[in-house]
């Protein structure tokens, strides 16, 4: 084996396994500190530069399989359209999923609605997270972590279920719900990979699925009264 072959095993391990961990501890630190929207979103596009970053001084040194994917070229036609594809149904579930939470009048996770966007600039930074979100998850996860199993594995399935479980799992600090909710969009999002071999349409429908969950999540939550109002989640200021 290669160094830069074993280098490659050891970040995806590294992704798929550690990142889970960092997870949870994100999750403990939510609970104790409670941070302000601005310095979750500040520590989220940080961890994602950095992870991403790694991945590419990685990516570079081996076979560039992620490199290959995030730059592959596709017609624009075939871009927008499985874009659209990926976006519609990541969407539908995650509606199914809101809609299946309010049917069981199940109070939202406090960590996941003291994430959420409250204020204009709020709204604003959260668009940018997402947009970074797209373009790093999709190149860390769908890129890098999945060329890299299916050449090593020889098997596109087995490299799918690693790659899309351990996505779930890097959300592990939103709560069990979360977790399963995200891997199920990761299995959506590697739909078009599958099929273009190309990350473009999931990034751009990674992005806008983000957008339109952090957009529109809280106000359905009020609407249903889902939501739990506490001290730090914005008792105070945010009560309808």
Known sequence: MSIAHLLDAIW??????????????TRQTLEQQHPTRLQIYASAVTTLA???GVTLGVDLSGARQGLAAFG???PPATVALWAAITFIVGAA???GFLLLQKLRRDIADPRIVAILPFTALERFLWI?????AGIAEEYV????CFSYLSASTGSIAAAGVLVTIGFGLAHAYQ???ATVKAGVLGAVLLMPVLVTGALLPSIIAHAAIDVLSGLTMRNLLLRWNLIQFGEWIGERDERP
Do not use: D, H, T
Not at 12 to 25: R, W
Not at 141 to 144: M, V
């Open 128 to 132: 940018g997270v997402s947009i970074a």
């Open 12 to 25: 995806a391990i590294a992704i798929l396994g550690g990142v889970p961990i960092q997870s949870l501890a």
């Open 93 to 95: 579930l995650w509606f």
């Open 175 to 177: 709560g069990r719900a």
């Open 141 to 144: 996860y769908r890129g890098f």
């Open 72 to 74: 592959r070229a596709l």
């Open 50 to 52: 950095i992870l991403a």
